[in-house]
């Protein structure tokens, strides 16, 4: 069973910076798409950013887009998200994802392996 933990979440103040990181067990280079999705209360679960399993393609929720990046280091079984810019609206539960297949896709439903999540809180 692949396993994912999220780690890097935390308090920061509206504009500062953010990276969250993602270990997973094992089989990240080759085989899985990882994606970033989060959840903040009340709300549904968004598609935040993805990237293919070699890290050739990666995908963008409008919202973060200019302000995310996402990137993978497969050596380390190692996916990343630096957040930058970052706004109140941006708050919530933060879960790492991933998908047995080459390609990036935003969609939750495509996903089969979940991390505990991460909490991100973005208030001065």
């Known amino acids: 069973q692949l396993q994912l933990v999220e780690s890097g979440g935390g308090l920061v103040q509206p504009g500062g910076s953010l990276r969250l990181s993602c270990a997973a067990s094992?089989?990240?280079?080759?085989?899985?798409?990882i994606g970033w999705f989060r959840q903040a209360p009340g709300k549904e679960r968004e598609g935040v950013s993805c990237?293919?399993?070699?890290?050739?393609?990666?995908l963008y929720a409008d919202s973060v887009k200019g302000r995310f990046t996402i990137s993978r280091d497969n050596a380390k079984n190692t996916v990343y998200l630096q957040m930058s810019s970052l706004k109140p609206e941006d708050t919530a539960v933060y879960y790492c994802?991933?998908?047995?297949?080459?390609?990036?896709?935003?969609?939750?439903?495509?996903?089969?392996?979940w991390g505990q999540g991460t909490q991100v809180t973005v208030s001065s």
């Open positions: 994802a991933a998908r047995f297949g080459p390609m990036c896709v935003l969609s939750d439903e495509e996903y089969n392996y």
């Open positions: 094992k089989y990240t280079s080759n085989f899985y798409a």
């Open positions: 990237i293919s399993s070699r890290g050739g393609s990666t």
